[in-house]
């Protein structure tokens, strides 16, 4: 079900505000295994951190609001923000997924052919699942089989906000053929979006782009 309405706040500066709900079946969500070998073992102090998915039946409320504001043809600034409501079937919580993102972005095309543009992203903390194992490995198992395990410990883990400000640069060399560089993670914010798998610090990427 989506319903909403957009409408001007200025002559330049428009808004869109939505609501979206839907029902999803067999939706991924993931948790970490940790598997903690035996202190008596060789190879005590090595965990095996893999990613295993759950699938659960949920329905999500969104709440959407876009601001768009268009500056004599050149700047470009949109402010968009998502909430989200989850209504697990079986799932203790929407593992991983956020309460809440936003998003900041600004264009600013210098000339016909030389553009630039800012992206600073937001996202709420969320909760993240880990099972741990003491001993021999378990698996291959079922996740029925896995959670019956008398030994399986469970901790929630809670990921801290993301905050994240990227810059790019792209020149129209002709009309199929550019170049581009970007400054990624600029905030210098080493955050987590899937627990134990933090991001690149900041970085630099460049490269040559053609359109056929």
């Not at 968009?80 to 900041?104: C, F, H, I, R």
């Amino acid at each position: 079900l989506y319903g909403g309405f957009d409408g001007k706040m200025a002559p330049k500066t428009n808004f869109k505000i939505s609501v979206n709900y839907s029902t999803v079946k067999n939706r991924p969500l993931y948790y970490l295994f940790k598997h903690l070998y035996d202190e008596s073992m060789p190879l005590s102090y090595i965990t095996d951190n893999t990613f295993d998915v759950i699938y659960d039946n949920l329905d999500i409320l969104k709440f959407n609001l876009e601001i768009f504001h268009a500056s004599f043809g050149k700047v470009n600034l949109l402010l968009s923000g998502n909430y989200y409501v989850y209504d697990m079937k079986t799932m203790q919580e929407a593992w991983n997924l956020p309460d809440w993102d936003a998003k900041l972005s600004l264009e600013y095309k210098a000339s016909e052919q030389l553009s630039f543009s800012t992206n600073l992203f937001f996202m709420s903390k969320r909760r993240a699942l880990i099972y741990s194992y003491p001993g021999e490995d378990p698996r291959p198992l079922s996740n029925a089989e896995l959670f019956e395990l008398e030994n399986l410990q469970t901790e929630i883990h809670t990921l801290e906000p993301i905050i994240d400000l990227n810059f790019n640069a792209d020149y129209k060399i002709t009309g199929k053929l550019s170049v581009f560089a970007s400054l990624n993670n600029f905030a210098f914010h080493k955050y987590q979006h899937w627990i134990g798998y933090p991001v690149q610090s900041f970085n630099i990427m460049g490269g040559v782009s053609y359109a056929f």
